[in-house]
């Protein structure tokens, strides 16, 4: 049994105010390309479609459209797609129902009445168990294990067990995603490989860009990472896998097929930082014929020179490639000088909502302890979860 395991796609992404329509639709292509040539009888897409909970039309369309390419490449193919959380659990709760006509099925929400309901068999092939998106607090008790354990009960002829789950796995290499600490990554708490139990062949997972197969799983559970980076601090090759599982009980085989991006994510310098000075002479002097989006990462002792920005965007008037940010990166003696308390605006976007909180009453004078940092958190959850809906 083969299956094409994607996730993280992210449609509608706006890097640095540039539309990415036309390297998306070209990501898109590829995978429909991969899908003729390998003829997988399961495509998982675990979660993140949209990059945001109220994609435009065009966007939509976008997805629509590659779903129905991609049931042409392989119409025997079945497609399981569920929510992640940035998508809107309803909105692909929705059409449900005339998806089906194209062997689509769309997983939005938990129905915590039904949980079954998250179990599809592919008759002769395997079981697959879709679970989208949760926040831990709606989240039925031992979901993962209960379903599992149905599963069981239902597996007459000993078929592989395939599980989806949108989530941050604990141990995982979470290199690129912003809002990061030691327990949640991306706005999602970490959970562990045990919280997923037992009795599952192949765990597809999503939320995590950087593809890799989870340590400690021994091989059967694994992030496909994004077929597309999402942010320069993604330097790693972008990919679908390609899953073979030869039966029940048996260590999948695994192969990453790489996804060409036509305008890469390029930082100069490609390591570490440089004076502007030096930056920007790199900057001009990259090929005038070369599409890609830029960074320039600079190091500071205090603030960028005046108009930095504005040579920057003088520098590729006359090329293909597309200046987007400069990543000012502090000396670090500058931490401990009576400044420190400034920060870029770079500084600023990168820091989590908890994190500027707790800048700010550090700052003040106050002290914010364990359980108003829960309050917060429970605040910016909240929020989250009503956009998604």
């Known amino acids: 049994m ?46 993140d479609i949209y990059h945001t909970a109220q994609p435009s039309a065009t966007v ?48 939005g929400n938990i129905d915590s009445s039904n949980p079954e309901s998250l179990i599809h068999e592919v008759s002769g092939k395997c ?19 209960t379903l599992l354990d149905r599963v069981n009960e239902m597996n007459q002829e000993n078929l592989p067990v395939v599980m989806m789950a949108h989530t941050t796995v604990s141990g995982c290499d979470f290199k690129g995603h912003e809002e990061m600490s030691e327990t949640m990554i991306g706005g999602i708490d970490s959970v562990t490989l045990n919280d997923f139990g037992t009795g599952y062949d192949y765990l597809a997972l999503g939320h995590i860009h950087h593809a890799q197969t989870i340590r400690g799983s021994r091989g059967r559970a694994r992030y496909s990472g994004s077929p597309l980076a999402v942010s320069f601090d993604e330097e790693y090759p972008h990919s679908v896998s ?13 192969r990453e097929v790489q996804i060409n991006n036509i305008f890469p994510l390029i930082s100069l310098p490609a390591e570490g930082c440089s004076q502007f000075e030096e930056a920007l002479e790199s900057l001009k002097t990259f090929p005038d014929d070369m599409e890609a989006y830029i960074r320039l990462n600079v190091e500071i002792s205090d603030f960028l020179p005046h108009l930095a920005r504005e ?16 990543n000012a ?16 605006i770079g500084e600023f976007k990168k820091m989590s909502p908890t994190g500027i909180a707790e800048k700010f009453a550090t700052e003040k004078g106050f002290v914010i302890d364990k359980d108003l940092k829960e309050l917060l958190k429970e605040i910016i959850e909240s929020v989250n979860e009503e956009e998604r809906e």
């Not at 706006?14 to 898109?28: A, C, F, I, P, S």
């Not at 989208?132 to 294990?145: A, D, K, S």
Request: with cysteine; charged share 25%; glycine share 2%.
């Open 2 to 47: 083969k299956l094409l395991h994607t996730s993280d796609w992210h449609l509608g992404h706006v890097l640095y105010n540039y539309d990415r329509h036309t390297e998306q639709d070209h990501m898109l292509a590829q995978i429909i390309d991969i899908v003729r040539d390998e003829r997988p009888d399961i495509f998982l897409l675990c979660g």
């Open 60 to 107: 939509q369309r976008l997805f629509a459209d590659t779903m129905v390419e991609i049931h042409s490449a392989c119409p025997e193919m079945q497609i399981f797609v569920t929510a992640g959380n940035h998508d809107s659990a309803s909105r692909h709760d929705i059409f449900t129902t005339p998806w089906r006509a194209l062997n689509v099925t769309t997983i």
């Open 127 to 145: 079981f697959v168990i879709a679970v989208p998106y949760c926040h831990e607090r709606t989240m039925p008790e031992n979901l993962f294990q």
């Open 242 to 254: 390609i899953v073979e599982i030869p039966g029940k009980e048996t260590k999948p085989e695994i």
């Open 311 to 326: 040579e920057a965007l003088a520098a590729v008037r006359e090329k293909k490639c597309r200046f987007c940010h400069i």
């Open 329 to 344: 990166v502090r000396k670090n003696d500058f931490d401990n000088s009576a400044n420190s308390n400034y920060i870029s």
